[in-house]
């Protein structure tokens, strides 16, 4: 096993691992979107053979942005059941 192949074994075990742990009850689902793109990006990163800190970087704000569209979605979606709602009554 090559030093290479090493590393990239022990970051797709921590990614994993870190996936699977059950988020804070805290965190909101954009912090969790974030941090769960960061840690598939530097995985990702590691093993393509780039900087796993770029890879975290772009990945966390991907998870950011999905989070935040997420987030907004919902809101839509509650709104205009509301309004239905009340036009039903």
């Known amino acids: ?33 974030a941090l769960k793109g960061a840690v598939a990006g530097a995985v990702i990163s590691e093993i393509a053979g780039g900087d796993a800190k770029e890879g975290a970087k772009i990945g966390a704000a991907a998870g950011a942005l999905k989070g935040v569209v997420d987030k907004n979605r919902k809101h839509d979606n509650r709104r205009h059941n509301n309004k239905n709602k009340a036009r039903a009554r």
Do not use: D, E, Y
């Not at 192949?5 to 965190?27: C, Q, W, Y």
């Open 1 to 33: 096993m090559t030093f290479t192949f090493k590393n990239t074994a022990i970051a797709a075990i921590v990614a994993s691992m870190a996936l699977a742990a059950p988020m804070s009850a805290h965190a909101g689902s954009i912090g969790k979107k």
